[in-house]
């Protein structure tokens, strides 16, 4: 983004607008947040609200970039900018629907995701990776401030039991391994396919950045987005890959891999490139998914997993990924948990629900739910830090 003649000596309006932008920002963040924590809700009014403000703002820049154009003003922003605040704002609205599809966050999450996106180009000119690249780097820092209050209510909770003398802290950990990790096949026909399901993306990614350069695959170039993708939506890829389709792109993929050797002026390089790369990235994305979502799911979602007979089923409430899978596979439902988003059970679903637990043969039958922890703050926190520092978590850590 360029800012043309710059001069805060002789015209502070573009500071005064930054300046502002940062003190709305604050405010409106703090008071969702409260809100938040108080209702476990994020209203549409507060959405609006940043909508309103942000509008505002924008329509201050441009009047600034108007009366600069005239040479009334040295400190002002040009019309490229207002074209790369919308590509900005695209690319956050699709990647926030992206986690929404994914079930990792509410559509109230997603909105607020949205919201204080539309802040941070008003606050700082000049973040890194604008106008195509901030919605990523503003994600790793809000799921890495998310982990950290994950983990530090739990080990809150587990040390407030060991207090207590409680043989049951840090039980997840312990069954995790003994039910999970110890039970784990690596050589069996399914966990071999979906790694070698895997592999294959990775390399088909790989053939298609060799082949087709930067022309196509601009966005995917980048594997941290493409590891973005992969996690987030997992749920759905993983289902993808046991269907029939995908072993006939499979064998198209490998097909055109094939005869691509042909093609390409040094065949060898070219399959070495592919492979060595995909094994790379197979590694990572697994390492990163284990760490991530195994740990994170089935120890700490565990943790705040509660038991619900029939009669306290409400819609709101959330079920545990494992009942989910569980209850996706029964035939009763017909495929009416298939799309289960974060925001709870519909009326719907809650009814087919009862009725099936009201004739269930075991009458004391009960289901797992997981209490929702507020998002919210770990969304306003990864974003202030952006902000402050232009830089995500993961690259300070490096």
């Keep these: 983004m360029e800012i043309m003649n710059l001069n805060q000596y002789s015209n502070n309006i573009l500071n005064l607008i930054s300046y502002i932008s940062l003190a709305a920002y604050l405010l409106w963040g703090v008071s969702v947040i409260k809100e938040d924590r108080e209702t476990g809700k994020i209203k549409n009014s507060k959405i609006l609200l ?75 000119y000049d973040l890194k990776g604008f106008p195509n690249y901030i919605w990523i780097t503003t994600l790793i820092n809000i799921f890495v401030f998310s982990a950290f209050f994950s983990v530090f209510y739990y080990l809150k909770d587990n040390i407030a039991l060991l207090k207590a003398g409680d043989n049951n802290a840090f039980k997840e950990i312990k069954e995790f391994y003994l039910n999970k990790i110890k039970k784990i096949k690596w050589n069996s026909p399914s966990a071999l396919f979906s790694i070698f399901g895997i592999l294959s993306i990775f390399a088909y990614k790989q053939m298609f950045n060799l082949i087709l350069g930067r022309y196509v695959f601009n966005i995917f170039h980048r594997t941290d987005i493409f590891f973005f993708l992969m996690f987030f939506l997992w749920p759905k890829i993983s289902q993808f890959l046991r269907t029939r389709l995908w072993k006939y792109i499979m064998i198209l993929m490998y097909a055109i891999m094939i005869l691509a050797v042909f093609v390409v002026s040094n065949p060898l390089q070219f399959i070495y490139d592919i492979l060595l790369t995909a094994i790379k990235n197979t590694f990572k994305f697994g390492s990163i998914f284990f760490l991530g979502k195994i740990i994170f799911e089935q120890i700490i979602e565990t943790h705040n997993t509660y038991y619900v007979t029939a009669s306290d089923i409400k819609p709101g409430m959330v079920l545990s990924s494992n009942e989910l899978e569980i209850l996706r596979t ?45 998002f919210a703050e770990g969304i306003f926190l990864g974003c202030l830090f952006e902000i402050i520092f232009n830089i995500n978590l993961v690259s300070l850590l490096k």
Excluded: C
Excluded at 69 to 83: A, D
Excluded at 334 to 347: H, P, R, S, T, V
Excluded at 348 to 371: G, S, Y
């Design 50 to 124: 940043a909508f309103k403000i942000t509008g505002i703002l924008i329509f201050a820049n441009l009047i600034n970039t108007v009366v600069g154009y005239y040479g009334k003003s040295s400190n002002y922003l040009n019309f490229i900018f207002y074209k790369q605040y919308m590509i900005h704002i695209f690319y956050s609205i699709i990647f926030s629907l992206v986690l929404w599809y994914g079930e990792i966050w509410p559509a109230g999450d997603s909105k607020f995701f949205i919201a204080n996106i539309l802040f941070l180009p008003l606050i700082r």
């Design 330 to 374: 029964n035939e009763v439902f017909k495929g009416l948990f298939d799309d289960m988003f974060k925001d709870g059970l519909n009326e719907e679903q809650v009814d087919a629900l009862k009725k099936w637990m009201e004739n269930h043969p075991d009458k004391n039958i009960k289901l797992k739910f997981v209490k929702a922890r507020p």
